[in-house]
């Protein structure tokens, strides 16, 4: 039987979705700033379901989404205001679980051409990782959707005396390639490189994720994978400045159904799962149930 680290669910998702307003290009992180306590609320729920980890809600607190309404000048008070949430959820926890430091994709996701290349990229991230390299217990680099992208945020992260998990995300209905159309295998020199101490699937089809599983195995280092529960990413959401409301909700994706994949991708060897987009904290709980049933050690 294995030892899993069972990720949290949707961070983003789940707080606009508590926060009933209407979604805005920043998303999570406008719901953040107007209802703050709703991010410690999130995390408190995915503690209770089973989720050793706590995912920070800084995934877009990015300088060059904040600069586009101007309040890049906030970049730090929004990344403490995160990543505080979270280690107040996991105290109240019972202090135990890691804090995951998350670092999205600059511009926007699934398109990693507008991206800067990735020595500037690696710039960029920077920043985000100097706001929360003493605060939190990993860097979590997530949604990554070609290899230059990866790179730039991997030569931020690594090297800063925490351990680096890099999620990428894949074709919705090929998991053998990155949104970027490159084959996931295109991965192996930039992880043999820059060594992150795991390598997952975020942010993809479940369906798509097997398969891009059966790759990442070969690199020789941890894996796992965390899905969301989206019907595709339409069309809508890659046009300039998207909002969630142009990314529809599967009808059949419940936490019966998803944990089903999960325990299958743990039968693949992966050994860190949970959830990204529209998993929420039942989802989790029923993946907790799954793994202890079936044997499992939850870490």
Excluded at 16 to 32: I, N
Excluded at 117 to 125: M, N, S, V
Excluded at 194 to 219: M, Q, T, W, Y
Excluded at 261 to 281: D, N
């Amino acid at each position: 039987m294995a030892r899993v680290t069972l990720l949290d669910g949707s961070i983003g998702q789940e707080l606009v979705k508590r926060s009933g307003d209407r979604a805005t290009p920043l998303w999570s992180t406008q719901v953040m700033i107007d209802h703050p306590k709703l991010v410690g609320e999130v995390h408190l729920d995915y503690f209770a379901a089973g989720a050793t980890v706590a995912t920070t809600n800084t995934y877009a607190v990015l300088r060059d989404r904040l600069e586009r309404i101007g309040i890049e000048d906030r970049v730090g008070q929004l990344t403490d205001t995160a990543v505080r949430a979270a280690r107040r959820a996991r105290a109240a926890s019972g202090g135990k679980g890691r804090v995951a430091g998350a670092i999205g994709p600059l511009v926007q996701s699934y398109k990693p051409e507008t991206c800067p290349p990735a020595a500037e990229a690696a710039k960029i991230y920077a920043e985000p990782v100097a706001l929360m390299k003493d605060h939190v217990d990993l860097f979590l680099l997530e949604t990554m959707s070609s290899v230059d992208q990866a790179e730039g945020a991997l030569r931020a992260a690594t090297g800063q005396g925490l351990p680096v998990w890099l999620a990428v995300s894949v074709e919705d209905h090929d998991g053998t390639r990155l949104r970027s159309g490159e084959p996931v295998g295109a991965l192996a020199e930039t992880v043999g490189r820059h060594a992150p101490d795991a390598v997952l699937v975020n942010c993809s089809r479940p369906e798509a994720i097997g398969a891009a599983l059966d790759i990442i195995k070969g690199f020789g280092v941890p894996f796992g994978a965390y899905a969301n529960g989206f019907t595709e990413i339409s069309e809508g959401f890659l046009g300039d400045a998207p909002t969630v409301d142009a990314l529809e909700q599967r009808k059949d994706m419940g936490p019966l159904e998803y944990a089903e994949y999960v325990m299958g991708w743990v039968a693949q060897g992966a050994t860190i799962v949970g959830g990204c987009c529209e998993i929420g904290p039942a989802h989790i709980a029923e993946i907790a149930r799954c793994l202890q049933a079936a044997g499992h050690e939850i870490v």
